[in-house]
């Protein structure tokens, strides 16, 4: 059993060292440099990981980056069929995934895992920008291993991988938020590359949230059991091949909120008879070639809700009545230092929980 590193680093990563060590125990590792400084660039050379270089801007061709250089790592047989991939930004730390656990995992099967990643914030983490996103998958030549093709908020993952990925009782440390100086930075690259929230589906409390001061929650012992007691009460889903093989993807709008949606051809027609309150529920836009390479401005499924159902609706009239922006229905949602460290010291940085006494099961 293989895992391979993936990581996409900019320049001027704090915790570059950090995210590297933390999966040491990968068989080899993978960094795509892009526009990184001269200091990230000696870091990865001397921890031994394997360097690839990408200069093209990250706001215009993200997906484009990060669809390339896996396909590089495919080409030149760094990556074969089986083999699983630990896909992470530069400022994320997993708390509770090692080696043995990450094959404990691979041997259940499937497409891949979704991981609960915990948006620090200040001293403590945001409840409500915390949420489930894919980090471990599984590559196999004979899938669809294409990138959703956005400039933006384009995944780890290729599209397919989101949709049939399964929940692992894992918590990854989100560092990128944590301190009011790298979110002042991202306020600002996204009102470069986004300043119409075209990317994030037309909902803008991510980036309303980055710009303001935001509540913080205090970790606490019990939210690891809560990820632990969601991830292990979902059924674990097998690859279906069908499901996962290249094919024609077309595009349809949503007409609740306008967004575009990559659908695979064998679901197209049930989605243009889909129905709400008696009208319409998409209209056909266009279709594309799911390895070729076209740019199209798609929804990608590259976050989940923390509590995927919170309500369930028998007819299509509750369900229109009770709809809000901030509610949709089931079948809608998107699952959208230095250089001598110790891997102990570096383990010990990781935030610390405090002990609660509450029993709230829910994830926010």
């Not at 795509?32 to 990981?49: H, I, K, P």
Request: aromatic share 10%; net charge positive; with cysteine.
């Amino acid at each position: 059993m293989k895992f391979v590193g993936y990581l996409v680093v900019g320049p001027n990563e704090k915790r570059l060292s950090e995210a590297l060590r933390d999966i040491d125990w990968c068989d080899t590792t993978c960094v795509c440099l892009n526009n990184a400084d001269e200091a990230s660039v000696a870091l990865c050379e001397s921890l031994g990981v394997k360097i690839y270089h990408d200069n093209r801007e990250w706001g215009k061709e993200q997906w484009k980056i990060k669809q390339e250089f896996f396909n590089r790592l495919v080409n030149e047989g760094i990556v074969k069929a089986g083999d699983w991939i630990i896909a992470k930004d530069a400022d994320e730390i997993f708390d509770n995934l090692d080696r043995a656990k990450a094959e404990e995992l691979a041997k259940k099967g499937g497409a891949g895992y979704y991981v609960y990643i915990v948006n620090l914030y200040n001293e403590g983490y945001s409840k409500e920008q915390s949420f489930w996103n894919v980090r471990m998958w599984q590559y196999q030549p004979s899938w669809n291993n294409t990138w959703t093709k956005r400039n933006l908020h384009c995944g780890l993952a290729p599209t397919h991988i989101y949709r049939w990925a399964n929940f692992a009782p894992i918590i990854l440390w989100h560092y990128g938020l944590k301190d009011k100086e790298d979110r002042d930075r991202k306020v600002a690259r996204y009102k470069k590359y986004d300043p119409q929230n075209k990317w994030m589906r037309m909902n803008d409390s991510y980036y309303k949230f980055l710009a303001s001061d935001a509540p913080v929650t205090e970790l606490d012992n019990d939210l690891l059991n809560r990820v632990e007691n969601f991830a292990n009460k979902t059924n674990h889903k097998l690859v279906k091949e069908r499901n996962m093989n290249k094919e024609k993807i077309h595009y349809v709008r949503r007409h609740w909120d306008g967004s575009l949606i990559p659908v695979p051809e064998h679901q197209l027609a049930e989605h243009l008879k889909r129905k709400q309150g008696g009208e319409k529920m998409f209209e056909y836009v266009g279709e594309v070639e799911a390895s070729s390479g076209v740019e199209a401005p798609v929804e990608a499924p590259v976050e989940t809700p923390i509590e995927p159902v919170k309500k369930k609706h028998t007819t299509s009239e509750d369900l229109t009545k009770s709809m809000t922006k901030k509610e949709m229905p089931k079948d809608l949602k998107t699952t959208a230092g230095q250089l001598s460290e110790e891997k102990k010291e570096i383990t010990s940085t990781k935030p610390s929980y405090k002990k609660s006494k509450k029993k709230d099961q829910r994830l926010y």
